[in-house]
């Protein structure tokens, strides 16, 4: 008689035990959902997912206790003092058609929602270079375009920034204290609106954490490891869209040419591409330059022959 | 037999009580973006079934690789969203927002979520004035549409080889 009512009890119990599965399965795939995704598609192999995972982890506390809207007005801000130094580029056409090219990548990204939103702005400098601001914001130099000799080249170098972005390169600059102080002085039962002494204080954090972002991104650049990172990212990008990856070593290429006569930028906060074209060798395997359809190579011509 | 049919009887509600339990404690989150949308298929490329807005609680009810399928009270409607749209931190809608308040007092905010707002880039730019935001503004303006996206890929033959579709 004990035997059959044990097992109606565990009978009974099953649609619970069942529920408490699912629920830990779901989470399970939640949290280790980001770079899952591209294991999955195939695009690259499980070893390379986990190295993304955990150079993810290895971004500072503050990537990950600050939310995207905290992001979203650290990078407005960021934005704002690049260009102080660099001017915008003001014709719209190119403007217009990598913000095409950048939003349409962006989607593809382990990270395709920011608060706002990617968005994508030429500075008019003959300067290599490019910035991507915590939240999305990604300023581009006509000098680093003029690198570009395709769409498929031109997403490269967006999916690269995209990729700063993603992995939290611009967040994991600011110092693990800032965040600490700005929680000492916003305390428990403060309203959303800072008052007087607190709002000059918080204030003086965010200078703070500015600087910190300005210092990695616009001095000394990012480390060596995150560039190769952001290309491997970029790689990733460009064949779940359709992109031929290979662009991104031809854009190497007539970047290695064309740095030689620039100073500063690029040649200074980053590695040579010839390091960086070693790193993505092994991704590029399989993948040969093919021929660009001819209404992809009409756009780009027409848009942006005269950056 | 009879001692069976009494515990079944006995044990039946209380089974119940802890399978809706479970369903009731099902996991919630956060919209953290300004806006996000809800859509058919776990793909960019699904159309879209539903807005959400910054605050909005979802009720998480399947997921895919980086996709989650979820529902949406306040829309009364169900669909899949990028899990970078969604925190588990429990947010407070911001003032004028279209969404419905929720129990989220100041208290319980958190430190970043009180810290740097608008409220602090106005401060910045008082005391910056050399540090100009039109051009931040005006790409921010600056918006491509999915449709337009799915368009211009379609226009330049831009399709993946191996089905690499999120």
Known sequence: MRRPFRYFFLLLLMPSLLSILQGCQTMEAVTKAGADIATMTGTISSKQAESIKKASKAASKAFEEFTPENEYYIGRTIAANILSKYKAYQNMGPNQYINLVGQTVARASDKPETFKGYHFLILDTDEINAFATPGGLILVSRGLLRCCKSEDALASVLAHEIGHVQLGHGMGAIRGSRYTSLGKIVGVEMAKNLGGEQLAQAAEIFDGTVGDIMKTMVDNGYQSSQEYEADNTAIMILKRVGYNPTALKEMLEQMNEQLGSSVGGFGKTHPTPANRLQNIEPLLKGFGSRGEPIVRKTRFSQVMSGI | ?166
């Open chain 2, 1 to 166: 037999m009879k001692r069976v049919l009494i515990a079944m009887m006995l044990l039946m509600p209380v089974a119940f009580l802890i399978n809706t339990a479970f369903t009731a404690m099902e996991k919630e989150m956060s919209i953290q973006v300004d806006r996000a949308q809800l859509r058919s298929n776990p793909a960019y490329y699904g159309s879209v079934v539903t807005n959400v807005n910054y605050a909005d609680r979802v009720k998480i009810i399947d997921s895919k690789g980086a996709w989650v399928k979820a529902y949406t009270a306040r829309n009364n409607a169900t669909g899949w969203i990028h899990i970078s749209a969604l925190t588990s931190t429990k947010l407070a809608p911001k003032s004028g927002g279209k969404n419905a308040p929720t129990s989220v007092s100041a208290g319980e905010l958190s430190a970043a979520e009180k810290g740097f707002t608008e409220q602090i880039e106005q401060a910045y730019r008082q005391k910056n004035k050399e540090i100009v935001f039109t051009w931040v503004d005006k790409m921010e303006k600056i918006k491509i549409s999915l449709e337009q996206s799915v368009a211009f890929l379609k226009e330049g033959q831009v399709k993946p080889e191996e089905g690499g579709e999120q």
